[in-house]
Antibody, heavy 114, light 107 residues
């Protein structure tokens, strides 16, 4: 069974940093491209970032470009999102999802507030 | 950036009725459009990809149609578990974008 489990969310002050992790199991993680998607409270889904299986191609939403960095460790079956210079508008539940968005994690809440 | 506009924002229907949800793209996305269902406190669930291909395990009452800029998700006969928010997503161009959602609520 495919499982994606996000962690690393929490309360952070504006300008601060957080690193989200997504632990994958039940499939051959190293052969899948992966995504991060977020959803602010009561708002629509927003795609954040994408990384190919071998990390050769990476894309970001304009809203996070230059502040967020996606990465992965295929040996550890893990996906990451390093978030720097956080803003109030980054407050959201962050989901990791497989390529094609067939499988999603349960999400981790990031709150940016002083 | 491709903007997706979903209508209506809210659809009030009774179980057993047919639901028709619309998604319009600001430019052609060919058939690279997906539909998701989301219930409160849960992650989205993929229903339809490539405009009309049901995802694994999705009941046949869910169907998708359209191409170019106009797409439709149809639920042929609403079951109690179908009352939720539905989002469309385009995968034609970066950045990937989602529509604003249609809430299907019990009348």
């Amino acid at each position: 069974e495919v499982q994606l489990v996000e962690s690393g969310g929490g309360l952070v002050q504006p300008g601060g940093s957080l690193r989200l992790s997504c632990a994958a199991s039940g499939f051959t993680f190293g052969t899948y491209n992966m995504n991060w998607v977020r959803q602010a409270p009561g708002k629509r889904l927003e795609w954040v970032s994408y990384i190919t299986s071998g990390s050769s191609n990476i894309y970001y939403a304009d809203s996070v470009k230059g502040r967020f960095t996606i990465s992965r460790d295929n040996a550890a079956n893990s996906l990451y999102l390093q978030m720097n210079s956080l803003r109030a508008e980054d407050t959201a539940v962050y989901y990791c999802a497989t390529d094609g968005f067939h499988h999603w994690g349960q999400g981790t809440l990031v709150t940016v507030s002083s | 950036e491709i903007v997706l506009t979903q209508s209506p924002a809210t659809l009030s229907l009774s179980p057993g009725e047919r639901a028709t949800l619309s998604c319009r793209a600001s430019q052609s996305v060919s058939s690279y459009l997906a539909w998701y269902q989301q219930k409160p406190g849960q992650a989205p669930r993929l229903l339809i990809s490539d405009a009309s291909i049901r995802a694994t395990g999705i009941p046949a009452r869910f169907s998708g149609s359209g191409s170019g800029t106009d797409f439709t998700l149809t639920i042929s006969s609403l079951e109690p578990e179908d009352f939720a928010v539905y989002y469309c997503q385009q995968r034609s161009n970066w950045p990937l974008t989602f529509g604003g959602g249609t809430k299907v609520e019990i009348k």
